[in-house]
């Protein structure tokens, strides 16, 4: 017998290269006469629903104002370094989100986490109206309290609720209400807006319609199912339920934290959420209050189309975990790669012409296009991350996990995002020409997590992929057995 060592390298962590929360198998639909009767107001698409719908006002929201260029302002610095408060405490909350779902749920924590958002979009109103700073600053600071809890419970229920093979949909479908805020947003913002063909702040009006939308946010959430309510078309029950005290709760998280898997994901991770403030920022900069309005409108509809293909592709189980996630990534890499280069050459010449587009302007549609293409990218990296988590994540506790170390990396990378651009030596360049190193440094690792989705042997004898994996969690090892003459019940470790 052989034995490998739970200290070996990648393929301890990811048995035979695959995760074993769902086989290959179970990812396909079955016939709907094999399929679990649920109750419309109990289906986990319902349920992703509610969760979508506390998106739409709440970072939805926050996203819509974001999408405005620098939260609407004239000046990107002040509403930059808000962001940059926000995430930086988002890391914290995020850390500390699975301890706190021990006492309230993970409805609970996504309730509280819709709370702080209204103060931040109040505190963008009296500066865009009176000129006052301190507000936004501290509306930054209980966002980000809230956010990161809310960040960190939403993505575990639109990752735990969805039957498998809805999975890649579901998580479509609830990114999509986030970016329809932004479509509302914009729309609001260009029919106010429409004959401004200057550079400066947008209307204080916009923000009555969103400070109104985001106190809404935690009423909407009492309409979520608990997890152990939730039913689902293949049978199984949904458990989110944190059973270690919050300190082991907190030490479970840290541990994950340094696994190699989560490690590997990191600058993914980066790649995938650095950039929203350089896009954003570069709208600000670069083009006049109308075509800023366009943007925020635009940068909600392409995405959507965007991000629902990908969701689709996602999900087609007749094929392999292997191809799609391959052809997912590589399409992503290459295309993020041609964006990069285009924002590069145009931020180095307009660093010198220092133009204001509006859509009136010659060379308007190729300063315009880049912007909306960085905005599909964001959508599609940010999907894609979930369901790199999905397919590393071992039981449904990992999830909650996982989630809230993503939201709280994602929180880490977008603070210092922010912190960068509002620095007036980084505003113009800088923010575009460290996305693309970030792109060019996360391919390696991702790729290396990534090409051990949906490879390994198959298993003969009696005993099934799954269960040879319960086997190996139960043991502490993995064991590879062979006997002459009789190739039977071979167990083959793909090593990384």
């Not at 048995?15 to 179970?26: A, E, K, M």
């Not at 060379?363 to 293409?373: D, E, L, M, P, Y």
Request: glycine residues 10%; hydrophobic residues 45%.
């Amino acid at each position: 017998m052989h034995v490998v060592s739970s200290q070996v390298g990648l393929s301890d962590e990811f048995p035979s290269g695959l995760p074993h929360r769902d086989t290959h198998t179970s990812e396909v639909e079955p016939p709907k006469d094999q399929q679990h009767p649920v109750k419309w107001y109990r289906s986990s698409m319902f349920n992703v629903t509610i969760v979508g719908v506390c998106s739409f006002a709440c970072p939805g929201i926050w996203s819509a104002m974001n999408s405005l260029g620098a939260g609407g302002a004239a000046s990107p610095n002040l509403i930059n370094a808000a962001n940059a408060i926000t995430f930086s405490l988002m890391v914290l909350s995020s850390y500390l989100s699975s301890a706190l779902m021990y006492f309230v749920g993970v409805k609970g924590a996504l309730i509280f986490g819709c709370i702080g958002y209204a103060p931040f979009a109040a505190g963008l109103y009296t500066n865009n109206r009176y000129g006052n700073e301190w507000f936004v600053l501290l509306g930054a600071a209980l966002c980000g309290i809230s956010a990161g809890v809310f960040w960190a419970a939403e993505a575990s229920i639109a990752i735990a609720y969805p039957e498998p093979w809805n999975r890649g949909k579901a998580l479509g479908y609830w990114l999509s209400f986030k970016l329809f805020a932004q479509m509302l947003g914009g729309a609001i913002n260009l029919g106010l807006n429409a004959n401004n063909d200057q550079a400066g702040q947008v209307s204080y009006t916009v923000f009555l319609v969103f400070i109104a939308i985001q106190a809404a946010g935690p009423f909407i959430g009492f309409l979520l199912n608990s997890p152990d309510r939730v039913e689902r078309k293949d049978g199984k029950k949904v458990d989110l339920t944190i059973t270690q005290n919050p300190w082991r709760e907190i030490k479970a998280t840290t541990k994950l934290f340094f696994t190699k898997k989560f490690l590997l994901l990191l600058l993914w991770i980066g790649n995938a959420v650095f950039s929203e403030s350089v896009f954003f920022t570069y709208l600000a900069m670069w083009f006049s209050v109308r075509s800023r309005a366009l943007g925020s409108l635009m940068s909600g509809i392409v995405p959507v189309i965007g991000g629902n293909i990908l969701g689709y592709w996602l999900d087609r189980g007749s094929i392999s975990l292997k191809i799609r996630s391959r052809v997912a990534f590589w399409t992503l890499v290459i295309f993020q790669g041609a964006w990069w280069t285009w924002a590069t050459v145009l931020v180095t010449r307009f660093k010198e012409t220092k133009p204001t587009f509006d859509w009136t302007t010659p060379g308007f549609g190729a300063a315009f296009g880049v912007f909306i293409f960085l905005a599909v990218s964001f959508q599609l990296n940010y999907l894609f991350s979930y369901f790199i988590v999905h397919n590393i994540a071992e039981s449904d506790e990992e999830i909650i996990r996982y989630a809230a170390l993503l939201r709280g990396t994602e929180s880490a990378w977008q603070a210092l995002s922010y912190g960068l651009e509002s620095l007036t030596l980084f505003t113009a360049t800088g923010g575009v020409y460290m996305s693309f190193v970030i792109w060019a440094v996360a391919i390696y690792p991702t790729w290396h997590l990534l090409r051990r989705f949906g490879v390994h042997r198959s298993l003969a004898g009696d005993e099934s992929y799954s269960a040879s994996i319960e086997r190996v969690k139960e043991k502490g090892a993995i064991s590879s057995a062979t006997s002459s003459g009789d190739e039977a019940g071979t167990e083959n470790t793909i090593k990384a």
